[in-house]
C-alpha cells in the first residue's frame, strides 16, 4: 500500500475520499505529510473521514508517527499518519 502524501494544497474533502477508499480496501491508510499547512490538511481530512464513516458504525483511531520522505532528492523529516479502524 503507497502511503497518501498530503500538501498544503491538498484539498481536505478530496484527500478524505481517498482515505475512505483506502479503508474499505486495506483496513487502514498511512498519510505522508511534511510541515503544519500539510499536516493541518490531512488532521482535517481525516476528521472529515471519522464523519463520512461513523454513520455505518466505523471508528477511526489515528497513530502518528515520524518518517523521512524524500522531496526534490532531499530527505525531509515528515509526519506519518496511520489512520486504523478501531
Known sequence: MEPLRVSTKSQPKSVAGAIAAMIKDNKKA???AVGAGAVNQAIKA???TRGFMAPS????IV???FANAEIDGVIR???KLIVEVR
Open 30 to 32: 498511512e498519510i505522508i
Open 46 to 48: 481525516i476528521a472529515i
Open 57 to 60: 458504525g466505523i471508528d477511526l
Open 63 to 65: 497513530i502518528p508517527a
Open 77 to 79: 523529516t515528515s509526519i
